[in-house]
């Protein structure tokens, strides 16, 4: 290496030694530094490493390449390839193995003097050293050398050669090869296949050429430009790298005519590619005067089936170093580590950190891989974030079935937990919705139940004009107050916001009783509030304040109330409309809001955003006039869509202005869950079609299957195709004739097509419980299952053998009769099935196939054969 750029070489059996070469041979200790001081005259490294030299050979000169012999023992064996062709072999200290003493300085000669390029040692047969030659058009370029050879019969001494002081050796020429390849040809690079002892791949100098030393008159080659640094991959020994100027071929000796990969050309020509001899698939590259190695990280071992076929890559650089890299060396043993030499002999150690894989699964598990590390994320026991995530929410509410109760929708709200009052108001809000849409039809078939789910807000608008207020008496009180008279469309909206029931009374008790049940003190006394009966409301108070959970300072609030009077200048009047505000609960304060606001004016009570919506609205519908109305819930409305608030659903209904305030909630919370549920409950066809419900629809089904969650998916799909028909799949599978490839998918189901009896199939007994035994469309015979030998279409439950057959494939009663038992079902691999329920049976205790001499694992070939629904495993 006599002028050029230095090239480094860590040990193969020491781990903390390499050599760099140049003009001589240089040895250096590794060691660590990260507990003690640089000691004097070691060079450093890294932050945590330092290189002391240990010695130095310059009696090799004229070096152009170097290898270091394979075996434990002698540890310091080098061969140098020299520039007139000759091997020496030499060591770095002194060996004190008289076995292996006389190797030391023994050369190897060609016949004809011309450059070594190349030097490999054998990895099965340590002794033998192949050697890659310029051409000479007498000679052979490669040549292949046995260092213990003691067939010699052209070993002539030569003058001593002093080694160290005070020792002397004889040094001896070996001019006979083992084995002498690829005449009239130039070798720039070689690398032993790691499969077989005699099998060597050389870079010619316009072919990669594979030579057999069984038979060396023979050999396989490829033409390519690509023929240096050949190197083959240590874990995976059919995939060898060579590299032409500055583009890197990647080879797959199965499949020799063309290399499987062409890495990216780089703009400068390449001095040194190497795969990592700890990580499997990780190639290094490096150009000329660069300070960066690129690394290419194939992700797969490549197959040679089809023309086409690539490994995928990923490529990425790293730059162990400012200056420019003459040369770079993977460690042996240490995971993704390497040493850089620059031109002026600084080195450098240097790790490659791996990238960093993460993995989220569906249930907020988190894990990461580098290298081969594999981390779990786990949550601290007292960290209540991972309850309130809302992908935990919906996925203990499909387990709890929630949204499926389509008879009593009010009650989805509990199995959802109960703890959001949103999703309360939401679900009582649908389930007066279908309630009074199902009366109105049986009353009048017409359009108008479809006006109930087109909200508040239209109902509203379709009255507007026609109301008149009167005045009305208060319960408990000498004073009359204006209310709206209530037409159709009003009692329509308080029987939605559940004020009253359905019918034509418009008495809240009922309403105000099940408050009461629930323990909504405050709630039930402002509604009784609302309809003038403060009597009533007062009751209710100090019931409150009496029962167990109860507040005692309600006693305070009724004494309040019953000390009200109308006058305007009052000081009770005027201390209400000071303290109410400091009052905890929206109810109470709006109860004084209304008591002490002038006729007409109830912003006190429209507007506090504390109070549910369906009361507000109720209060507006008994108090506004059409106009003040119309405006309110077209400006509440508003709010609602803004704020994605499901309150709001109440006066959007399941429109287009639904969609949108759907939007906006799923958007702030990410439930499509209950956008799913809620769209699909009486949305009319327009809006179902809706791209953003068609999205929320499918992610709820991605994610219910990506929890595993598959029968909880198939339930929402029945649901699905029940509330909205346009939704049910076709059929997409069927099983056809062996013969004529038309379905019998229909003569399985014991149904006659066409008008045909069943005993021209070939069907006996009852519709119920049919036999057919052939294709309808050409009569041909089913065929068997492999284990009762009977034809396809039999029945499990009408096979002969009765109840001993089925207790030996432990079948109860309810699967025998169950339909699945009856499916077809075959191996895609050998073809062999039979009924689905004799097939599950036999799979349980048995892996191959119950056809005699057939040995396919038929359930080991389907990767999802192992799956189990996480529904049927976590609680």
């Not at 002081?165 to 090869?177: M, R």
């Not at 789910?453 to 208060?474: D, F, T």
């Not at 405006?631 to 969609?659: F, H, P």
């Amino acid at each position: 290496m006599s002028g050029t750029k230095p090239d480094i070489l860590w040990a193969p059996h020491q781990v903390d030694r390499f050599v760099v070469c140049d003009s001589e041979l240089s040895l250096y200790h590794v060691e660590s530094t990260v507990n003690s001081e640089l000691k004097a005259g070691s060079l450093r490294l890294s932050e945590d490493s330092a290189a002391t030299l240990l010695s130095i050979n310059s009696d090799t000169p004229y070096m152009k390449c170097v290898a270091w012999y394979l075996n434990y023992d002698p540890e310091c064996l080098l061969a140098v390839g020299q520039a007139n062709g000759r091997v020496v072999l030499t060591s770095l200290g002194q060996d004190h193995n008289s076995k292996f003493r006389d190797l030391i300085g023994k050369e190897f000669v060609p016949k004809h003097a011309r450059q070594c390029n190349t030097l490999a040692w054998n990895p099965l047969d340590s002794n033998w050293l192949a050697a890659g030659l310029d051409k000479h058009r007498a000679d052979f370029s490669v040549l292949i050398w046995d260092i213990c050879s003691k067939y010699t019969p052209d070993i002539v001494p030569m003058e001593k050669v002093k080694l160290s002081a005070g020792e002397t050796e004889t040094t001896l020429l070996v001019t006979k090869p083992l084995y002498e390849l690829g005449q009239n040809d130039a070798c720039l690079s070689l690398c032993w296949l790691p499969r077989d002892q005699k099998l060597l791949l050389a870079g010619m100098h316009r072919n990669l050429a594979i030579f057999d030393l069984r038979n060396t008159s023979q050999k396989m080659f490829v033409n390519t430009k690509a023929v240096q640094g050949v190197t083959v991959d240590p874990y995976f020994h059919d995939r060898v790298a060579s590299f032409y100027e500055g583009q890197v071929a990647i080879w797959d000796l199965r499949k020799f005519e063309k290399p499987v990969l062409t890495l990216t050309e780089q703009p400068k020509p390449l001095t040194k590619v190497a795969w990592c001899p700890t990580r499997t698939g990780l190639l290094a590259t490096l150009t000329r005067d660069s300070n960066i190695i690129r690394l290419y990280d194939m992700q797969h071992t490549p197959t040679p089936i089809g023309d086409e076929t690539e490994p995928t890559i990923i490529e990425r650089s790293v730059q162990p170093c400012d200056n420019y890299i003459a040369s770079f060396a993977w460690h042996p043993t240490s995971q993704n580590r390497m040493i850089v030499v620059t031109p002026n002999r600084t080195m450098s150690d240097f790790t490659v950190f791996e990238r960093i894989s993460l993995a989220w699964s569906p249930i907020t598990s988190l894990m990461w891989a580098c290298g081969r590390h594999l981390y779990e994320c786990a949550e601290e026991e007292n960290d209540n974030a991972l309850e309130k995530d809302i992908a935990t929410k919906m996925r203990l509410r499909a387990l709890s079935r929630y949204g499926l109760d389509t008879e009593q929708l009010w009650r989805n709200h509990i199995l959802a937990g109960n703890e959001d009052p949103q999703l309360k108001s939401l679900w009582y809000t649908l389930h007066f919705m279908k309630q009074y849409t199902e009366d109105m039809d049986q009353k009048s078939p017409g359009n108008k139940g479809s006006l109930v789910y087109a909200g508040i807000k239209s109902i509203v608008k379709s009255s507007l004009g026609m109301v008149e207020s009167s005045r009305h008496n208060w319960i408990g009180l000498d004073k009359q107050t204006d209310i709206q008279n209530l037409n159709e469309e009003r009692i329509l909206a308080l029987q939605l916001c559940g004020w009253i029931k359905k019918g034509t009374d418009v008495d809240v008790g009922p309403f105000l009783n099940s408050l009461v049940q629930e323990e909504e003190w405050e709630r039930a006394a402002a509604v009784a509030l609302f309809n003038l009966d403060i009597r009533r409301a007062i009751q209710i108070l100090n019931e409150g304040a009496s029962s167990e959970k109860g507040d005692l300072n309600l006693n305070v609030v009724a004494m309040a109330l019953s000390g009200y009077t109308d006058e305007k200048n009052s000081l009770w009047r005027e201390m209400c409309s000071t303290l109410r505000l400091q009052l905890n609960n929206p109810y109470l304060c709006v109860m004084f809001a209304f008591l002490t606001s002038d006729t007409g004016s109830y912003d006190g009570v429209l507007y506090e955003n504390k109070v549910a919506v369906r009361d507000r609205v109720a209060f507006a519908c008994k108090f506004l006039s059409d106009t003040q109305l119309n405006r309110y819930i077209e400006k509440l409305t508003n709010e609602m869509k803004e704020a994605g608030n499901l309150e709001g659903i109440l006066l959007t209904g399941l429109t287009k202005d639904g969609v949108d305030l759907m939007e906006s909630y799923v958007d702030r919370t990410g439930d499509v869950q209950t956008a799913s549920y809620c769209m699909l409950q009486g949305s009319p066809l327009d809006v179902l079609k809706d791209e953003r419900v068609q999205y929320w629809i499918e992610n709820y089904r991605n994610l219910l299957d990506a929890w595993r969650f598959w029968h909880k998916r198939a339930e929402f799909d029945i649901h699905r195709s029940k509330l909205d028909p346009s939704s049910k799949p076709l059929a997409q599978v069927f099983v056809s004739c062996n013969f004529c490839g038309k379905s019998i998918s229909y003569s399985c189901s014991a149904v006659p097509h066409q008008g045909r009896g069943f005993s021209q199939y070939g069907v006996s007994g009852s519709p119920t419980k049919s036999k057919v035994t052939s294709c309808p469309g050409c009569r041909k015979p089913l065929p068997r299952c492999a284990l009762c030998l009977i034809n396809m279409g039999t029945p499990v439950s009408s096979c002969p053998g009765g109840s001993k057959s089925d207790e030996k494939v432990d079948l109860s009663k309810d699967k025998k009769l169950a339909q699945f038992n009856n499916w077809f079902t075959w191996c895609h691999n050998c073809r062999h099935g039979g009924h689905a329920g004799h097939m599950l049976s036999w799979f349980r205790d048995h892996a191959e196939c119950p056809v005699s001499a057939c040995t396919c694992k038929c359930m080991q070939l389907d990767t999802t054969g192992n799956l189990v629904p996480a529904e049927t495993v976590q609680p």
